[in-house]
C-alpha cells in the first residue's frame, strides 16, 4: 500500500524559508508524478507545484519564483523549498502521488494517494 508521509511545516516569520519533504513507501516514486497542495481555513484545496514522473515541474502562479518542487526518486522523497514566505501562505501543505502515464490532469485534486498535511503558519 502506498503511503505519503509530510514533514518540515511549522510557525516562522515573514520572509523565512521552510523546505518540506513527503516521503513516499510501498512503492517506488519514480513512477509517479508528485503534486504539493495546500488549504487555509474556509478556502478550498489547491495545487501549488507539481513535478511529473520525467522531471517536468508547474507552479501556481502565487508561488513562481519563491518555492521550488523536487524529486529524489532514490530517497523515494519529493520536497518544496518554500522562500521569501508570506502571511498569505498559511495553510496545511499536503503532497499527492499519481503513476504518471503522461495523461493526468496534474492540477487536479484526483491524485490517488495523498498524505495527512503539515502545518505551515507564517506571522507578520
Known amino acids: 500500500q502506498v503511503q505519503l508521509e509530510e514533514s518540515g511545516g511549522g510557525m516562522v516569520q515573514v520572509g523565512a524559508s521552510l523546505r518540506l519533504s513527503c516521503v513516499v513507501s510501498?512503492?517506488?516514486?519514480?513512477?509517479?508524478?508528485v503534486g504539493w497542495f495546500r488549504q487555509a481555513p474556509g478556502k478550498e484545496r489547491e495545487a501549488v507545484a507539481i513535478i511529473k514522473r520525467f522531471g517536468g515541474t508547474w507552479y501556481a502562479t502565487f508561488v513562481r519564483a519563491r518555492f521550488a518542487i523536487t524529486r529524489d526518486n532514490a530517497e523515494n522523497t519529493a520536497y518544496l523549498q518554500m522562500t521569501s514566505l508570506k502571511p498569505d501562505d498559511t495553510a496545511v501543505y499536503y503532497c499527492a502521488a499519481e503513476p504518471d502515464y503522461g495523461s493526468f490532469d496534474y492540477t487536479s485534486r484526483t491524485y490517488k494517494y495523498w498524505g495527512q498535511g503539515t502545518q505551515v503558519t507564517v506571522s507578520s
Open positions: 510501498g512503492s517506488s516514486l519514480s513512477m509517479y508524478a
